[in-house]
């Protein structure tokens, strides 16, 4: 594939093909090949027919041609966004709070290409305190992050909140 990508998974329509032959070839021949076809500099997803390749003494192959889909997705690579603000949400009418501390860091991963214009702003990091009353508590961070990212790690995963 194209520097920077790599081959996900390589699949084939049918699945499966019948072959020809004498029961004594048959009997020992489990599965196939088909052509191959180069990838090279490929990104995405590209499918090509290719020609099912007989194996030695077998007259046909029904289809002759299968459908081979490769998948290449960009390499995924780590980052680590310090100081996302943890916002407090569900909070009861008439109460405030606060969160301490009050940034966070987390570690997302994603394509190697995206992650130096991650910022912390595009990152949402926030706690729950529905049903809580006034006191001092540790809750869970949810954090919400782009499409095409996912959260690696949450430091800390907790937060201290007061509510008055």
Same mark, same amino acid.
């Given at each position: 594939?194209?520097?920077?990508?790599?081959?996900?998974?390589? #699949?084939?329509?049918?699945?499966? *093909? !019948?072959?020809? /032959?004498? +029961?004594?070839? %048959? &009997?020992?021949?489990?599965?196939?090949?088909?052509?191959?076809?180069?990838?090279?500099?490929?990104?995405?997803?590209?499918?090509?027919?290719?020609?099912?390749?007989?194996?030695?003494?077998?007259?046909?192959?029904?289809?002759?041609?299968?459908?081979?889909?490769?998948?290449?997705?960009?390499?995924?690579?780590?980052? #680590?966004?310090?100081?996302?603000? *943890? !916002?407090?949400? /569900?909070? +009861?009418?008439? %109460? &405030?709070?606060?969160?301490?501390?009050?940034?966070?860091?987390?570690?997302?991963?994603?394509?190697?290409?995206?992650?130096?214009?991650?910022?912390?702003?595009?990152?949402?990091?926030?706690?729950?305190?529905?049903?809580?009353?006034?006191?001092?508590?540790?809750?869970?961070?949810?954090?919400?992050?782009?499409?095409?990212?996912?959260?690696?790690?949450?430091?800390?995963?907790?937060?201290?909140?007061?509510?008055?």
């Amino acid at each position: 594939p194209a520097p920077g990508y790599h081959l996900v998974s390589v #699949t084939a329509e049918p699945g499966e *093909v !019948k072959l020809r /032959g004498g +029961a004594d070839l %048959l &009997s020992g021949v489990e599965s196939t090949t088909a052509q191959s076809f180069s990838i090279a500099g490929v990104k995405g997803i590209v499918s090509q027919d290719v020609e099912v390749v007989l194996p030695p003494g077998l007259s046909m192959a029904e289809p002759r041609t299968v459908r081979v889909t490769a998948v290449i997705e960009e390499d995924a690579g780590d980052r #680590t966004i310090a100081g996302v603000p *943890v !916002k407090i949400g /569900g909070l +009861a009418g008439g %109460l &405030s709070a606060s969160v301490a501390p009050s940034g966070v860091s987390i570690t997302v991963r994603g394509p190697k290409s995206l992650l130096s214009g991650l910022a912390a702003k595009d990152i949402a990091a926030s706690v729950n305190a529905k049903g809580y009353s006034p006191g001092s508590y540790s809750l869970a961070i949810d954090v919400t992050v782009p499409n095409g990212f996912t959260v690696v790690q949450k430091d800390p995963g907790t937060v201290g909140v007061t509510i008055k």
